[in-house]
C-alpha cells in the first residue's frame, strides 16, 4: 500500500531537514507528535523531521528541533520547496 504526503527537504545555513505538512492537532499533542516524527525517518533518513499544520486561519505551527523552528517561524511557508512524495 502506497500515501502520499506533502513535504520538503530544505538545505539552510550548512543544515539539511525534511518539512511534512500533517494535521494542525498533531503538532500540539507531544505523542502524536513524535508518533509522526517516527513515521517519516525511514522517508527522510539522517536529517532533523519538522512537523508543520496549519490551524483554521491558515497560520502554520511547527514542530521539532527548535533552532530549526524558530527559522522557519520567521519566513513566508511559500517560499519552501514543497513536494508530494508517494511512500511505499
Partial sequence: MSYLIEGAVVKEQGITFAIVVVKHTITKNSK?????????????PNMPIILMGKDSQGKSTYFGQQDIVKFLAKIDPHRIPWRRYIIK
Wanted: net charge negative.
Fill in 32 to 44: 502524536e507528535n513524535l508518533e509522526a516524527t517516527n513515521a517519516y525517518r525511514h522517508v527522510f
